[in-house]
Every structure is written in structure tokens, then in C-alpha cells.
């Protein structure tokens, strides 16, 4: 082999005693933003985004908020799977966006109410 040709030299990343390339546990393509291994907690994520919006998102904001907490009861039983902070945002804007709307919900109750006894 030619020492100053780099294309001509064995890869240097193969184990020694099987030639087989070892296995990559550093992550996936996207650099570990998007947790892919932890369903729950990018769901979570998305749940409670969606739940930001009035009166229809109850019906996202509160699976957000328990889909969370699967995600972080994942991500403690197994380090190597990440998405602990897609979990955090679920818990927290889904608890969130769920008083929001129970608030906005109660609001438009009580103006009906109101504006039927006049």
C-alpha cells in the first residue's frame, strides 16, 4: 500500500480481530433534535402545539400532557433514548394549553348563559 494515498489505506475504524465496522451509537441524522426512539415524547410535543389553539385544542392539549409523562417514564427506564425536553414542553405547554381552554370554554358557557337570560 501507499502511505501518502489515503484512498489506497484499509479503513482505520474497523475492528481489528473481525474487520466489521463497529456500531454507531452516536445518533441519527438530525444530530438527536427529533427523538425518534421516544414516540411518546414527540407526540407530546406536537399534541401541545396543536393544543395552543382555542376551544378545539382540549382535545390535543390534554393527551399532551399525559403522552409527556410516558416520555419521560421512557427516558428513564433507558438513558440512550432521548426526547426528555420534547417531553417537558408536552407536560408543561399541554398543561398549560388545557387550563387555557378550559378557561376560553367556560368563558363562552358562561357568556351563552348570560346572554340567554336577557
Known amino acids: ?9 484499509p479503513p482505520t475504524d474497523l475492528d481489528g480481530s473481525t474487520e466489521v465496522r463497529p456500531l ?12 425518534y426512539k421516544n414516540p411518546a415524547a414527540l407526540a407530546a410535543y406536537y399534541l401541545a402545539i396543536v393544543g395552543l389553539f382555542p376551544v378545539i385544542g382540549i ?13 419521560l417514564r ?9 426526547g426528555s425536553v420534547h417531553a417537558w414542553i408536552g407536560i408543561l405547554l399541554g398543561g ?7 378557561s376560553c370554554i367556560g ?4 357568556g351563552l348563559i348570560a346572554g340567554a337570560s336577557r
Open 59 to 71: 382535545f390535543a392539549s390534554i393527551p399532551a400532557f399525559v403522552l409527556g409523562i410516558m416520555g
Open 24 to 35: 454507531d451509537t452516536s445518533g441519527d441524522g438530525t444530530g438527536g433534535l427529533i427523538p
Open 96 to 102: 398549560f394549553a388545557t387550563l387555557a381552554n378550559l
Open 1 to 9: 500500500m501507499n502511505e501518502s494515498n489515503p484512498f489506497n489505506s
Open 74 to 82: 421512557k427516558r428513564a427506564q433507558n438513558p440512550a433514548v432521548k
Open 107 to 110: 368563558s363562552i358557557v358562561f
